[in-house]
T-cell receptor
């Protein structure tokens, strides 16, 4: 298996623009997680899905952030409009029930 | 609420020396516990996990960790550190919801 695949690996955008991050989980994994990593706050869970349904989005910082999982093999995290404070590394992870979470390589987002 | 504390921000050891990274957690029941490693610019890789059973767990790359319920600890150890072990190490706790709560990380530096 190729593991969790995230795209793009790097994204530089201007403040106010829409940003879409993409994730393909490992086939057969029922859970998908979006995390954000910053120097100040470390690794934070933003939202997670079970069988494509959002279960807990309490970590989503603002209404500017939204996530979708239209099918078992694809998820997006969208920021609209983006702000400089959204600059971070965003990780997607997937797991089976009671399994280990496997992480993608992350998307480094820079908002200027 | 669950939480994880990694009291050491940085640790420096000489190559060949032993290593212990500390992790304390706060959780009402028996948690699921994990150690992940992150190399620069990379995602998180699982080193080992504790779900139940034997409190001393073996992981990849010669790492091990011991779950001590009385101390709410899950310290990571390695008897002889290699230069390639230089990275950031994250302890994490999870409950039945499978979402991970991470500590702030410990950066390991290895002296030649």
């Amino acid at each position: 298996d190729a593991g969790v695949i995230q795209s793009p690996r790097h994204e530089v955008t201007e403040m106010g623009q829409e940003v879409t991050l993409r994730c393909k989980p490992i086939s057969g994994h029922d859970y998908l997680f979006w995390y954000r990593q910053t120097m100040m706050r470390g690794l934070e869970l933003l939202i997670y899905f079970n069988n494509n349904v959002p279960i807990d989005d309490s970590g989503m910082p603002e209404d500017r952030f939204s996530a979708k999982m239209p099918n078992a093999s694809f998820s997006t995290l969208k920021i609209q409009p983006s702000e400089p404070r959204d600059s971070a590394v965003y990780f997607c992870a997937s797991s089976r029930p009671q399994g280990v979470a496997f992480f993608g390589q992350g998307t480094r987002l820079t908002v200027v | 609420a669950q939480s994880v504390t990694q009291p050491d921000i940085h640790i420096t050891v000489s190559e060949g020396a032993s290593l212990e990274l500390r992790c304390n957690y706060s959780y009402g029941a028996t948690p699921y516990l994990f150690w992940y490693v992150q190399s620069p610019g990379q995602g998180l890789q699982l080193l080992l996990k504790y779900f139940s059973g034997d409190t001393l767990v073996q992981g990849i790359k010669g790492f091990e960790a011991e779950f001590k319920r009385s101390q709410s600890s899950f310290n990571l150890r390695k008897p002889s550190v290699h230069w390639s072990d230089a990275a950031e190490y994250f302890c994490a706790v999870s409950d039945s919801s499978y979402k991970l709560i991470f500590g702030s990380g410990t950066r390991l530096l290895v002296r030649p």
